[in-house]
């Protein structure tokens, strides 16, 4: 149904980041109306309450929840089900007259979390950002010796991840600078985002049983785009030596709609090849399938408009421009399994972050704190304005994107923040 040659009757679906190929869900709200689910189409969204009487009777419970965590737990065969009759909905005329009514405009909503988040965590696993930050302190050995053994992680703070859009209140905190004899505390001098994708997890695992990583690719229910927030002053001076702290769970933004692996399918590649020198996955990470096309060819895009830049009407600038296919060094699949390896359950809704992803070359780079340089750089804006770090009033815009011959262009849409003054 949902194949490249399949079109809608909503005209603006066309060339859109949400074609009929695409139909991610999501968590909307119009005024005061409470939340639902609906289906990005075009300029659209598509209230699925509103055409519940003409979806499959078993699924309405799940469907009129105000967040998707019991819809995404059921697994990807009702997940290919919805879309195979949102698909029919949305090209056959007969169903025009039902369904065109319970279309609103995207201009005309709220969105929300897709997902109460019971869990967050965050992955490392670009490698050219962890080779780039890696040679800021060890310019001859950037990665350690763990790094193409294990996919590193940490646990983040699932109350602090919010919607795009959300303000990114600048945090106060411990800074230190190097040649200070102590730390001080105030508003970060050195924030900064972190370009990543999200991993929404479907159905669980319970305590004790591992995911396989043949069967972790049904245990994702869909991506979005994930902007870790990171104040790289307060990161330097806390983080050892138990990780990430403060620096990182002040705030975690992600895009609104969940893109689902059935969507991706056509811009699933091969994993990218290891180099000769580098070990093979441990069996529990190995599988020919994965390697065969755990690989995303999604497009990312960063810009930065800066409050000088909006009030003299100048475009955003772009910040970076690349592509998580040979970015990852573990894929989404590799990334569950070894979350899972130890036992560790994983929840319906909850979320994983890739880590940054930085292309090998300097136009992709995912991070100010890679392309400033660790700050000695500054770049230059076309309003004459330098950037190290952000300033109050910068709005940080991910993008996402695949497109490839044979298969029709579908976007993962915005994740938004703009920076605040400290309270
Ligand atoms: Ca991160």
Known sequence: ????????????????????????????????????????????????????????????????????????????????????????????????????????????????????????????VGIHHATNVGKQFRPDNPLLPNYKYVPIGYHGRASSVRVSGEPVIRPNGQRKAPDADAPEYGPSRRLDYELELGIWIGEGNELGSPIPVAEAAEHIAGYCLLNDWSARDIQAWEYQPLGPFLAKNFLTSVSPWVVSPQ????????????????????????????????ALAIQLQVTLTTERMRRQGVAPHVLSRGSAEAAMYWSAAQIVAHHTANGCNLQPGDLIGTGTLSTESDSGLGSLLEISRGGRQPIALPTGETRSFLEDGDEIT??????????????????????????
Do not use: K
């Open 398 to 423: 991910l993008r996402a994107w695949c497109d490839g011959e044979g298969a029709v262009r579908i976007g993962l849409g915005e994740c938004v923040g703009r920076v605040a003054a400290t309270s």
């Open 263 to 294: 969507a991706l399918a056509p811009f699933r590649r091969p994993m990218p090849p290891r180099s000769a020198a580098d070990p093979e996955p441990l069996p529990y990470l190995d599988d020919a399938a994965d390697r065969q096309s755990g």
């Open 1 to 124: 149904m949902t194949d490249h040659a399949v079109s809608t009757w909503v005209e603006s679906a066309q060339g859109s980041d949400f074609p009929i190929q695409n139909l991610p869900l999501g968590i909307f709200s119009v005024g005061e109306r409470r939340r639902r689910a609906g289906v990005a189409i075009g300029d659209f969204v598509l209230d699925l309450v509103g055409i519940v009487d003409l979806l499959d009777e078993e699924w309405r419970d799940d469907l009129s929840q105000p967040v998707l965590n019991a819809w995404l737990a059921r697994g990807h065969e009702a997940q290919r089900a919805l879309r195979e009759r949102l698909a029919e909905l949305l090209s056959d005329e007969q169903y025009r007259d039902d369904v065109e009514p319970e279309l609103i405009g995207q201009t005309e909503v709220r969105m929300h979390l897709p997902c109460v988040v019971g869990d967050y965590s965050d992955f490392y």
